[in-house]
């Protein structure tokens, strides 16, 4: 028997008995290598006679690929074992009790966030943000309420330095302020968020909500501010018609300005809005006063609009029937179970944010 031969008997045995992973490895490099066995031989033919060459170069080729044939099915083997075992460890008992899980909550503020969100973007509103830490000149002096003005006061600030230069934002109205400056109009946003004042009862909180609302255009007038809000709160509160109050009022950053009362009534200590003779009163508003728009380097001869300003967690308090603003911020887990929403479950006007 031929050298060649004896190699490929002997290599062929070995890969028959029950050796490793490692081992195959090992005979692979053993063999084919750059020293191997079987590369070295491969190396010889171009020295052999050429009457041997044929017959030697075949016994070659058939050992390299008799010894390769026998190496990929026992790696093959290897691996069929391998999912085998594994399937075995890993086999799923369906008769098993499930393992329980607590699904979070969607918190009512959130939820009313997105609804009016949805509500405005189909009238055209985009939404904007600011943030919760401002500077005096975008919370007051650019909204025309200048140093010592007496609604500085009113507004129970939360100043962060002694100079007063930074604050907790007392509403959102400094959201108009910056996107105007960034922008050109016309301007059609709202921008909700976090507000700030040093305020607690039963209806206040020092940490609650609003949503701005600013629409600027060539002849921009109060019909539309009007007819904007009448659809907002038809939409808001899911009824055919409501009643709508404006009272004068004053902000220094509108002119005029007015508060906006609903009509309601008490039927079984539930609040239907839309029928009774009492009202409600949930939003401040008017037309933007040109020393804002100045302030902001719009042009008031051409420019004007309206802006207004909701608090989001009253509006969450009526539609959801919660009486305690104070219990919305005490991050209880039973009062977030029950008034919560789950993801999925959205109210019959919610439209969604992403269209
Ligand atoms: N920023 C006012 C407030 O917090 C509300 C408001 C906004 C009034 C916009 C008029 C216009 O009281």
Not at 47 to 64: C, M
């Amino acid at each position: 028997m031929s050298d060649i031969l004896k190699l490929k008997e002997e290599y062929l045995k070995k890969l028959s008995e029950n050796i490793s992973l490692e081992n195959i490895n090992q005979i692979k490099s053993e063999l084919f290598g750059k020293n191997g066995k079987i590369t070295n031989e491969f190396k010889k033919i171009s020295n052999i006679s050429a009457d041997e060459k044929k017959k030697f170069a075949s016994e070659v080729n058939s050992a390299k690929d008799e010894i390769q044939t026998a190496i990929e099915k026992k790696i093959k083997d290897f691996e069929i074992e391998q999912i085998n075992s594994k399937l075995q460890s890993e086999k799923v008992d369906v008769t098993l009790p499930e393992r329980s899980f607590v699904q979070g909550k969607i918190h009512p503020v959130s939820q009313v966030i997105d609804e009016i969100s949805s509500i405005f973007s189909e009238i055209g509103f985009s939404v904007e943000e600011g943030p919760d830490v401002e500077n005096e000149y975008n919370n007051f002096t650019a909204l025309n309420t200048p140093d010592n003005h007496p609604a500085r006061d009113m507004h129970d600030t939360f100043y962060l330095d002694h100079k007063k230069e930074f604050l907790l934002r007392t509403h959102t109205s400094p959201v108009q302020v910056r996107t105007m400056l960034k922008g050109k109009p016309p301007f059609k946003i709202i921008a909700p968020g976090r507000t700030y004042r040093s305020d607690s009862d039963q209806t206040h909180a020092p940490m609650f909500h609003q949503v701005e609302g600013l629409h600027i255009d060539k002849n921009i007038n109060m019909g539309h501010l009007k007819g904007c809000l009448n659809h907002f709160i038809k939409e808001f509160f899911e009824v055919e018609k409501i009643k709508m109050r404006f009272r004068p009022s004053h902000f220094p950053f509108t002119e005029p300005s007015a508060e906006v009362d609903i009509g309601y009534e008490l039927k079984d200590g539930k609040i239907i809005i839309g029928e009774g003779d009492k009202w409600l009163e949930i939003l401040g508003c008017g037309m933007v006063h040109p020393n804002v728009l100045k302030n902001v380097k719009v042009n008031t001869s051409k420019y004007q609009g309206y802006a207004f300003g909701i608090g989001i967690d009253r509006l969450a308090m009526l539609k959801y029937g919660i009486n305690d603003l104070r219990a919305f911020f005490d991050t209880d887990y039973r009062w977030i179970s029950h008034f919560g929403f789950d993801p999925l479950d959205v109210p019959s006007n919610y439209r969604g944010l992403s269209r």
